[in-house]
């Protein structure tokens, strides 16, 4: 009698996600690179274009960061981090990096006071994105 062939992981499975990142941002085609390059560093990523949908995936999912961008539809990307504050008072989670094509001392202020980790200045490269979330969740960067 044979026996059963022996079973060969597969090549492809990837291994679990080591965080998840909610990705704010209006901009579909800006998201769009976001998302490919942090699931390229294994991350789970959700991505919403409005702040009070945003709100209800961070509700339930929990994620470990948000990229928030601070132009929405809706709402301001401050209002919604103010929602996120008083929801989850532990200022160190989640990791928040504001995402805005404004770096003037007065939006750097507000980030300060709501205490945000840092700001990604739009226009962004994906190995920008990549150098300051790996940062920002002390994640090794590939070579």
Known sequence: MGEAPEKTPEKSAKPEALYTVLVVEDTV???????????????????????????????????????????????????????????????????????TAYGDPANRLMGKLQGIYGYLIKPLTPDRIEKEVAKALNLPRKK
């Open 29 to 99: 085609e800006m998201a769009e690179v976001i998302q490919v390059t942090l699931e390229r560093m294994n991350l789970k990523v959700f991505h919403e274009t409005h702040g009070n949908q945003a709100l209800k995936v961070f509700r339930d999912e929990k994620p470990d960061m948000i990229i928030l961008d601070i132009g929405l539809p809706d709402t301001s990307g401050w209002q919604v981090l103010e929602t996120i504050r008083e929801e989850q008072p532990n200022i160190n989670n989640p990791v928040i990096l504001v995402m």
